[in-house]
């Protein structure tokens, strides 16, 4: 369950500058953060890219009828960790991020709900407090409930692209069903994703920019 639902409360990453727009949405009004980047802060890593693809053509096979657009991922992948690459790192050949994204400890401070270690710090290092992990940034009770093997390696890793991905989507067709190309249904799973409408509207804003970009400018080297 990604972390602020209980999932996550910590800061939506943001790569670079953006544009704060006011906006009416089924009669409530809504900030809306829009990207404003040159073509090289909006491009998606070619790995990162592969394991949204991926993710969205298996979401009928985790609930029939399911269906997430890969640039739904794309964005919650952006707003979460800049496609994995926040703080410099970098992408393995298999999809993992190295080094590990760990957020902060979910310990009551900072804005976060306190949440007791649930996983003797197997995924995060920490006995005392749980904490939101990987490019998707899953807290371990989400993840021992949701992971996914997505790249079929044997493994269900947080800080795999492609297992993260598909976990992703397991998180949106189990979690909050709906018709996404409804955008009042889309926004609604969004915000179950990780409560805060703020961060649903984020979201939005690239799921419609990467639905804008031609395919030539999509992917980045890394």
Same mark, same amino acid.
């Given at each position: 369950? !990604?972390? $602020?639902?209980? $999932?996550? $409360?910590?800061?939506?990453? =943001? ?11 089924? +009669? ?26 991926? &993710?969205? =053509? ?15 991922? %794309? &964005?919650? +992948? ?37 949440? %007791? ?10 006995? $005392? ?10 807290? !371990? ?16 890793? !947080? ?5 993260? &991905?598909?976990? %992703?989507? &397991? ?42 970009? !031609? ?8």
């Amino acid at each position: 369950m !990604p972390a $602020r639902s209980p $999932r996550r $409360r910590r800061r939506s990453v =943001r790569a670079a500058v953006i544009v704060i727009a006011a906006m009416l949405v089924a +009669g409530i009004g809504l900030v809306v953060i829009l990207p404003s980047l040159d073509i090289s802060g909006r491009q998606i890593p070619a790995l990162a890219l592969e394991a949204y693809r991926a &993710a969205s =053509r298996a979401a009928p096979t985790i609930r029939k009828g399911c269906s997430v657009d890969w640039e739904v991922l %794309a &964005a919650l +992948g952006k707003v979460e960790s800049d496609h994995g690459r926040v703080g410099g790192r970098t992408i393995r050949a298999d999809g993992t991020v190295e080094p590990a994204i760990i957020g902060p400890p979910l310990d009551g401070t900072a804005g976060t709900q306190a949440i %007791a270690d649930t996983d003797r710090g197997t995924l995060d290092g920490d006995t $005392r407090w749980d904490h939101a992990v990987g490019p998707l940034q899953f807290i !371990p009770t989400t993840w021992r409930e949701l992971g996914r093997d997505g790249n079929h390696d044997g493994r269900k890793d !947080p800080n795999n692209l492609f297992d993260a &991905a598909l976990t %992703a989507t &397991a998180h949106l067709c189990l979690r909050e069903p709906g018709n996404y190309a409804d955008r009042i249904q889309l926004r609604r799973s969004l915000i179950a994703y990780n409560r805060s409408a703020r961060y649903a509207d984020e979201v939005l804003a690239w799921i419609d920019t990467y639905r804008s970009m !031609p395919a030539q400018d999509l992917t980045a080297a890394r």
